[in-house]
């Protein structure tokens, strides 16, 4: 469906109830009221006029009126009747509000709290489920780590990590100036100004081991710009781990879907049945060695000789597991 006929599907939606109490209102201030011109609005009474119940008979349709200059609705009673939530769908909104809440950096907390109350007395039962669900957004371990962030965020400190890269298995110390806490795909991940890098990074606050608030400004610079984390969240690093694959011509479509760094032809000593040979840059092999099994034979790790260990290990304990 366009955007265009799901907006104009919610206007009719909301025309219905409307005009059902505001009967006899004139044309120009209903097309007023729902910020449509009168022709738009007369077009979409026209509309309403073969919408009803099914059954398709007359006494099955809408009866809208606008010849006079003024709009008369009838018969629209069942469609005009407000929606009720199932008791799992109100669970899931209230479940998914209370999260919300959690999330640092939530401008109108009053206004999301309001309409937390009033749909908890509302649903009635369904309220009393949704408060027997817990909502937990950090494992304990990261709760000190997005405090102090959150504090750092809030009054525009200097924050001081010990952070912990997984590709070298390496613990490392910066000073970042806090711009935003994100949550992508369950994980909590602090976007910063880092000193160490000169550039914005974003760490998950998982790997973060201590995190301590300066008593010192954290404004980022001007340079600093926010990155769209639902598609450029794995961007890779200058401190990644670099790893070189060579692709069989089955698994080529690799280079399409994940951040390679550059692809060439195989050379001529690769694998005899290489095709491409491909360069990326990781913070966390892990992921890696999910795709190389799930490759299979389309794939050979050239280097580092410790990732085709660790791919070799999985691949032959998921055998073992058929045995």
């Known amino acids: 469906m366009s955007t265009a006929s799901t907006e104009r599907l919610s206007r009719l939606l909301a025309m219905v109830p409307y005009l059902l109490t505001h009967q006899g209102i004139p044309v120009p201030e209903a097309a007023q009221h729902f910020g449509i011109g009168e022709d738009e609005l007369v077009q979409d009474l026209e509309l309403l006029f073969v919408c009803g119940t099914p059954g398709h008979l007359p006494d099955d349709l809408i009866d809208a009126r606008w010849e006079s200059g003024h709009v008369y609705l009838s018969n629209a009673d069942p469609i005009a009747r407000p929606s009720r939530l199932a008791v799992d769908e109100a669970v899931a909104l209230l479940v998914g509000l209370r999260t919300l809440a959690e999330v640092p950096g939530l401008h109108d907390r009053e206004a999301l709290e309001g309409a937390m109350a009033k749909l908890s007395e509302a649903t009635g039962e369904a309220g009393r489920a949704a408060r027997a669900v817990a909502v937990d957004v950090s494992d304990a ?183």
């Open 141 to 323: 371990s990261s709760a000190v780590v997005l405090e102090a962030a959150r504090r750092a965020l809030r009054e525009h400190r200097r924050l001081h990590l010990s952070y912990l890269v997984p590709s070298r298995d390496e613990r490392t110390e910066r000073d970042v100036d806090p711009m935003r806490l994100v949550s992508v795909e369950g994980r909590w991940y602090l976007e910063a100004w880092c000193h160490r890098a000169e550039g914005v990074r974003l760490f998950r606050v998982d790997r973060v081991e201590t995190a301590e608030v300066l008593d010192v400004d954290g404004t980022p610079p001007p340079q600093a710009r926010s990155r769209d984390v639902a598609s450029d969240l794995f961007r890779p690093s200058p401190d990644d781990l670099v790893v070189t694959i060579d692709l069989a011509p089955q698994a080529a479509w690799v280079v399409d879907y994940y951040p390679v760094e550059s692809v060439q032809e195989a050379p001529e000593d690769a694998w005899e049945e290489a095709s491409l040979r491909v360069r990326l840059r990781t913070a966390d092999t892990h992921w890696v060695q999910r795709l190389l099994l799930r490759l299979g034979a389309g794939a050979r790790v050239v280097e580092p000789a410790e990732l085709a260990g660790h791919v070799r290990e999985a691949a032959l304990a998921a055998l073992a597991r058929y045995a």
